[in-house]
């Protein structure tokens, strides 16, 4: 069954699907995105993508394409087209098209984009034995926050921990703080068992997974801190993963050439995966 797309109010195949060549989003990276699991039949934290999504719109001045109650109706239909239980949501906005000027166009409607994808369930062999990451400096702008279309930095650290065989990269700061991965938030455990992530602010973005799992954290009474670590005590710490919407809770189990602890996966991310996994199964199936 081929795959379907949404292209500012139109249904296509996805081979077909295609945007104009002055689209500020392809000129300019004008633009910003969301990506919504979909996890059996499930939109998880839609409702906090969505705000997200309405504050990165915000911060660079740009309109909603479509209502938000009709962007509902065409993501639920996009998906009941691509038939996919478990999948990603791709959402793009950008300014729309215009003439390639820098300054915004006038009187200019944004546009709009969506795909789904299909994606395995769980990856087993990274929840049982982990994943590696490098360190690298982050070369990103100074408005992380806004989930922008903009990610050549990014792509440049994906491609350099994938030259070094690992998974991902973390970032840090002109402080050796780090900020957070190339596509996930960075997280360690102290020596003493305190869940430890960098602060919200403009140096990293607002992960939804990121504050689902902070929540679930305080139910489960486990300490938290969210406070810059650096690379060193990342190298020294008990436990660390990532989190994103497409894995999770993912175990660390290497930071550059430095083993963390025994190597392995430790319990309290592997209870935060477990406890998220039924946080999913919470949300309701669409109809």
Excluded: C
């Excluded at 699907?17 to 934290?45: K, M, P, S, T, W």
């Excluded at 998906?79 to 729309?96: C, D, K, M, P, S």
């Amino acid at each position: 069954m081929p795959r379907i797309a949404y292209v500012n109010g139109r249904y296509v195949d996805h081979g077909e699907a295609v945007v104009h060549v002055e689209d500020r989003g392809y000129q300019f990276a004008d633009g910003v995105y969301e990506v919504v699991h979909l996890f059996r039949n499930r939109l998880i934290d839609l409702e906090p993508h969505l705000d997200r999504l309405g504050r990165s719109l915000d911060e660079l001045d740009m309109a909603w394409p479509i209502h938000r109650s009709a962007l509902h109706v065409a993501m639920r239909e996009i998906i009941r087209r691509n038939r996919f239980a478990t999948g990603l949501v791709y959402i793009q906005v950008t300014r729309g098209v215009a003439p390639r000027d820098h300054k915004f166009p006038k009187d200019v409607r944004s546009s709009l984009v969506m795909t789904v994808r299909a994606i395995p369930e769980f990856l087993d062999d990274m929840r049982e034995n982990g994943v590696a990451v490098i360190t690298l400096e982050d070369i990103r702008w100074a408005r992380r926050d806004i989930k922008s279309v903009s990610l050549l930095p990014n792509v440049l650290g994906k491609q350099a921990a994938a030259a070094a065989d690992v998974y991902e990269a973390w970032m840090y700061d002109g402080e050796g703080m780090v900020t957070e991965g190339t596509s996930s938030n960075a997280w360690i455990i102290s020596g003493d068992g305190v869940l430890i992530t960098r602060a919200a602010d403009h140096d990293i973005l607002q992960g939804i997974t990121r504050q689902a799992i902070l929540q679930l954290a305080q139910e489960m009474n486990i300490s938290f801190e969210e406070r810059s670590f650096s690379v060193e005590e990342a190298y020294n710490a008990r436990e660390a993963f990532m989190s994103n919407s497409s894995h999770f809770v993912t175990p660390v189990t290497r930071i550059d050439d430095r083993v963390i602890a025994n190597g392995i996966p430790g319990s309290l991310s592997a209870a935060l995966h477990s406890r998220y996994v039924e946080f999913m199964s919470e949300f309701p199936k669409i109809s």
